[in-house]
């Protein structure tokens, strides 16, 4: 009887191995939609329903048709990059050049750098071939966006890396990129800097960076996120600080951890919604 009993254990030890790993492929090997209906006060009306697909973190990992048929299929007005398509310790910029080649094809791309591309010599060639490809750089710059007879500006502040991490220097972009009263769309990378984005005015700030924590645990949340430590704050989701509210998204690759746990990447959707 105690025979049988360690034989039915080393069995069940087996299959929850088994199917802690199967989900550990999955949650690196898949990427999952995510989609977030976002109240917004003070958009225009003509802007009610205003979809845009967030792709952060790409890290040079390819995946290929899946990511843009996903994209395709979700029929974005706008996509966002924002930041890190390239990874400084491995970099290919041909993967995020390709994918940028279709994904123009959908909708119109407007992208922003990460603190990747900041340290990254190859830099000045992505630059080149976004640009080349038709995506619209917003590096401390603005546009206007109409619709619908309204308009509203989409804007991006290019990472802190750049300026060398003088909050001064990220703050005179905002103020810039900020300036006036029409409804705002902020690309940024960073998540941790919501303080800032929120006193300058920013209506809706798209970010990544925090790749959701790396690590998810039940109850907790994220374990470790870049610039924010142990058990950050800002890993994914929808965060709100006075008038501002800010998406973080998980990110569609890794950097210097390889893994993620119960953390899949993600491409994120987010429809905009009306509320005057």
């Known amino acids: 009887m105690r025979e049988k009993l360690k034989r039915m254990g080393r069995r069940l030890l087996w299959l929850l191995c088994a199917i802690a790993a199967l989900w550990l492929l999955w949650g690196?090997?898949?990427?999952?939609?995510?989609?977030?209906?976002?109240p917004a006060r003070g958009l225009p009306a003509g802007f009610d329903g205003y979809t845009v697909a967030l792709v952060a973190d790409l890290h040079n990992h390819l995946w290929g048709d899946r990511l843009t048929d996903a994209i395709r299929r979700e029929?974005?007005?706008?996509?966002?990059?924002?930041?890190?398509?390239?990874?400084s310790l491995r970099t290919n910029t041909d993967t995020a050049a390709a994918f940028a080649a279709e994904a123009v094809k959908i909708a119109p791309v407007y992208y922003v750098t990460g603190n990747h591309e900041a340290r990254a010599a190859q830099t000045p060639?992505?630059?080149?071939?976004?640009?080349?490809?038709?995506?619209?750089?917003?590096?401390d710059a603005w546009q206007t966006l109409s619709r619908g007879g309204d308009t509203i500006r989409i804007a991006g502040v290019r990472d802190p890396a750049y300026r060398g991490g003088r909050q001064t220097a990220t703050e005179a972009a905002l103020r810039y990129v900020l300036e006036g009263d029409a409804y705002t769309i902020l690309l940024s990378h960073r998540p941790e800097l919501?303080?800032?984005?929120?006193?300058?005015?920013?209506?809706?700030?798209?970010?990544?960076?925090?790749?959701?924590?790396q690590v998810r645990l039940p109850w907790l949340g994220g374990l470790i996120a870049p610039d924010q430590g142990l058990f950050p704050r800002y890993t994914g989701g929808v965060y709100r600080q006075?008038?501002?509210?800010?998406?973080?998204?998980?990110?569609?690759?890794?950097?210097?951890?390889?893994?993620?746990?119960?953390?899949?990447?993600?491409?994120?959707?987010?429809?905009?919604?009306?509320?005057e």
């Not at 690196?28 to 976002?38: A, D, E, K, V």
């Not at 929120?198 to 959701?212: K, N």
């Not at 890794?254 to 993600?266: A, D, F, G, H, T």
């Open 75 to 87: 029929n974005p007005d706008m996509i966002a990059l924002c930041g890190d398509m390239i990874d």
């Open 194 to 213: 919501l303080d800032l984005y929120a006193a300058h005015g920013a209506d809706l700030v798209l970010t990544g960076h925090a790749h959701g924590g």
């Open 28 to 38: 690196n090997l898949c990427f999952q939609t995510t989609r977030i209906t976002l």
């Open 242 to 275: 006075d008038g501002t509210a800010m998406v973080v998204s998980r990110g569609l690759g890794n950097s210097i951890i390889p893994v993620r746990v119960n953390n899949p990447p993600e491409l994120v959707i987010v429809t905009l919604e009306c509320t």
């Open 125 to 139: 060639a992505l630059l080149r071939a976004l640009e080349e490809a038709g995506v619209i750089m917003l590096n």
